[in-house]
């Protein structure tokens, strides 16, 4: 990934991830949020596992990332515009909807 991949990834994922480090691991101690997402086998969510990621990555300095580490941040932006795109109609608060954003890192209540 070059320079100008790298600074675009950042900065998509920077936007769209609104979750600080500590709020998010506050929020996927959560029973909401284990059981928000997709399991396999009573394995942890995609969506879970990779909010433990995202908080490492969050922590982490900007020139310690890897190449892998903004590949993660892609697949995190993509996957947050993909679902913020089937937003369900009323009061989102308490919905597997919000609760699968918000362990991506994007609580659209914030």
Do not use: C
Request: proline fraction near 3%; hydrophobic fraction near 30%.
């Amino acid at each position: 990934m070059d320079g100008a991949e790298r600074k675009e990834t950042w900065e998509d994922f920077r936007e769209l991830v609104n979750m600080k480090p500590a709020r998010l691991e506050e929020w996927l101690a959560t029973d909401a949020s284990q059981s928000a997402g997709q399991h396999k086998d009573g394995e942890e969510s995609t969506g879970h596992a990779s909010g433990r990621r995202i908080a490492e990555i969050l922590r982490a300095k900007k020139g310690d990332l890897s190449d892998d580490d903004y590949q993660h941040m892609r697949k995190v932006t993509g996957y947050i515009r993909r679902h913020l795109a089937q937003r369900p109609s009323g009061d989102v608060e308490d919905t597997r909807w919000r609760y699968s954003l918000m362990n991506w890192g994007h609580d659209p209540l914030a």
